[in-house]
């Protein structure tokens, strides 16, 4: 199993940015795949998550309204939408492969790092 999340940078506050998790070795449709964040200085944090099927999405509460995550299973990736960038959105993404759905990782990628600052 492999994760490999892309799209981070350096942004200004306001600005839109898309992050990218691309997936091999295992069925991509079969797993709820969410994304869990680090902040400087702060514990893991889950974001958001979404269903195999694409059917049912999940965020945790202040992100809603401003991150989109959708998927596509014929190229195996999902993909997290960020607009209206916060300085309080620097953080190290992680996509990660939940194997219950209840938030049991099996497999995590390496990260991307975004960092809003103006």
């Known amino acids: 199993v492999q994760l490999v999340e892309s799209g981070g940078g350096l942004v200004q506050p306001g600005g839109s940015l898309r992050l990218s998790c691309a997936a091999s070795g295992f069925t991509f449709s079969s797993y709820y795949m969410s994304w869990v964040r680090q902040a400087p200085g702060k514990g893991l944090e889950w974001v958001s998550d979404?269903?195999?099927?694409?059917?049912?999405?999940n965020y945790v509460d202040f992100v809603k309204g401003r991150f989109t995550i959708s998927r596509d299973n014929d190229k195996s990736t999902r993909y997290m939408q960020i607009d209206s960038r916060r300085t309080e959105d620097t953080a190290l993404c992680y996509c990660?492969?939940?194997?219950?759905?209840?938030?049991?990782?099996?497999?995590w990628g390496q990260g991307t790092q975004v960092t809003v600052s103006s």
């Open positions: 990660a492969r939940d194997v219950t759905g209840w938030g049991e990782y099996a497999d």
């Open positions: 979404m269903a195999g099927d694409g059917g049912r999405t």
